[in-house]
């Protein structure tokens, strides 16, 4: 019967001794995305606005007033009472105080302006992650956050290397260097936030 046993055992191996071995290298990735996500919350800050975000702009009592806008990509939206106002850069909170004394007086007396966002900004992630790819800027984005988003670093990732590319308003780049290892070992100066049509590139590591 031991015998039997011990045969069934080493077929069980021969024929899913490759996935458990796979699954084993997989592990420590798994784990260092759930450290990630849970690094993630470095510092608790509020939406901030982007370019092409779709909000929704509420006025206490004003129902029949336009709703719905697109910001532009310069930080503007053509509001139906106050104009053109620049609310880009700034948080939803910071928005609605914009909006309030921009109508104040001369629209509405004491207005109430409620925000949301309907439609978020767009980052790209590529390289040594897992799941590369478009993600929505739902809130502001470390890159850690963006990392664990897209999965984890795969175990050639060079996690000290990392490159922000991003687009200034005059069309020339930026690059910036993260180094995920400092954040992840606790330093939190090293953290950047990501802004709209950022795209993460984590590079791959030859040592």
């Not at 450290?35 to 092409?52: E, H, K, T």
């Not at 503007?76 to 009472?81: G, S």
């Amino acid at each position: 019967m031991k015998k039997i046993h011990a045969f069934l055992w080493g077929s069980v191996f021969i024929a899913f001794g490759p996935f458990l071995v796979l699954d084993l290298q997989a592990a420590p990735v798994n784990n260092q995305a759930e450290a990630i996500s849970a690094g993630s919350s470095y510092r608790d800050n509020p939406y901030v606005i982007g370019p092409q975000n779709m909000l929704q702009i509420k006025i206490f009592g004003e129902a029949g007033i336009n709703q719905l806008y697109r910001v532009d990509d310069d930080g503007y939206i053509k509001h139906a009472l106050a104009g053109r106002i620049k609310i880009g850069d700034l948080t939803v909170e910071e928005a609605e105080k914009v909006i309030e004394r921009s109508l104040d007086g001369d629209y509405i007396i004491n207005p109430q302006v409620t925000i949301f966002v309907m439609e978020y900004s767009r980052f790209s992630i590529i390289g040594e992650v897992r799941r590369p790819g478009n993600y929505e800027l739902s809130g502001r984005f470390s890159v850690i956050r963006a990392v664990s988003l897209a999965g984890g670093f795969t175990p050639i990732a060079n996690q000290r290397g990392i490159q922000i590319i991003r687009k200034n308003a005059d069309g020339s780049e930026v690059k910036l260097s993260v180094d995920a290892t400092r954040i992840m070992g606790g330093d939190l100066s090293a953290e950047v936030d990501l802004q709209a049509d950022d795209m993460v590139v984590v590079p791959k590591s030859f040592f």
